[in-house]
């Protein structure tokens, strides 16, 4: 599982409009408290090893969750735009492995209120899904 973080890692460069988007600030799992908005957490789903007899594979879902505080939608709208553009059919290089495909499964939108340093805050949190088929 490492070498495909490392994958997505490499793949989100800080050349890409995606890591501008969020000025690097992207994170594994959480963000650390008082985090500046906006950032990305990326989560591992779930991964589920596939044995076709002939292949090795392991079906896993990434979520991509971008968090916005602006409260204009275009902030968040240009994140999730330069993340697909980034891994929509995207072949990942995974040391080790191959990416059999990249594919976008789901966007889910929500707004949450969050506590702030200057108090209570609304947040756009838009979680995006990709299934990631690697073969060893």
Request: proline share 3%.
């Given at each position: 599982m490492n070498n495909l973080l490392d994958a997505l890692s490499d793949k989100i460069s800080s050349s890409t409009a995606l890591y501008a988007d969020v000025a690097g600030r992207i994170f594994l799992d959480e963000a650390p408290e008082g985090s500046q908005f906006p950032y990305i957490v990326?989560?591992?789903?779930?991964?589920?090893?596939?044995?076709?007899?002939?292949?090795?594979?392991?079906?896993?879902?990434?979520?991509?969750?971008?968090?916005?505080?602006?409260?204009?939608?275009?902030?968040?709208?240009?994140m999730y735009a330069d993340l697909k553009t980034l891994f929509d059919g995207a072949m990942l290089t995974i040391t080790g492995d191959t990416c059999i495909w990249c594919e976008r499964t789901n966007l889910v939108t929500m707004v949450e209120e969050v506590t702030t340093k200057e108090g209570t805050a609304t947040v756009k949190h838009w979680a995006v899904d990709y299934a990631i088929t690697v073969q060893d």
């Open positions: 990326i989560s591992i789903i779930s991964g589920v090893p596939e044995d076709t007899f002939t292949e090795k594979l392991d079906d896993i879902l990434i979520q991509f969750s971008l968090f916005s505080i602006s409260k204009s939608v275009t902030e968040i709208a240009d």
